[in-house]
């Protein structure tokens, strides 16, 4: 019988200590680890082979972790965690919107890195329990069409518009519960495995870039509206083409 494939983690982070750390404990979980110090050797690792999450440190020497996210979103849809100092809220939410999947303040635990990574892989990999496989294939909705097998959202125009993983998953909640208001928590339990923290304003953040890459307006929005004190709903009827 064939055994599976080891989930492969690419850790980047310039402290060596913290790299050889991550790499003992994620392995002994069954994980395949890579490491690299800065982007060039990210670069390398991730042209050697099939990467399935990268946890990217935001400083860095040379290139820094913001711009290392922006340049990888742009060329892959790899789920990305960011490592940021503790308390620098900025940083945070301008990984997200770089298109990080999700962020850990240092100092962290590994045992935290490794709960979110396994999040982020499950939801990767799961579809919306009211969509089966065959039918997810291409997804109508107020002007839109989202192309599920390539990730990509399609416009009346035939305009493509590409995602980061973080939108499509959050997307593919919202289409999954149309008309449905759904709070924080909940998007945050759905799209990214995780509960929210009461500060924590990651889906805000990816509520507003998937706004951004609709066209809607987030002072008067059509498709995504807010709710005020209970959270967002997708307001237009989504229907599934073959």
Known sequence: MRMERPDHILIVDDDAEIRRLLEAYLSKNGLRVSTAAEGHAMWQALDAGQVDLVVLDLMLPGEDGLTLCRKLRARSDVPVIM???RGEETDR???LEMGADDYLPKPFSARELL???KAILRRARALPCN???EE???LAFGGWVLDTVHRHLVSAAGVVTALSGAEYRLLRVFLAHPNR????DQLMDLAQGRPSDPLDRAIDVQVSRLRQRLGDDSRDPRLIKTVRG???VLSVPVSVQS
């Open 136 to 138: 997810a294939r291409s």
């Open 230 to 232: 209970e959270g967002y």
């Open 115 to 117: 709960s979110r990574i």
């Open 93 to 95: 939410i301008v990984g």
């Open 83 to 85: 490592l940021t100092a």
């Open 131 to 133: 969509l089966r496989p």
């Open 181 to 184: 208001v759904l709070n924080r």
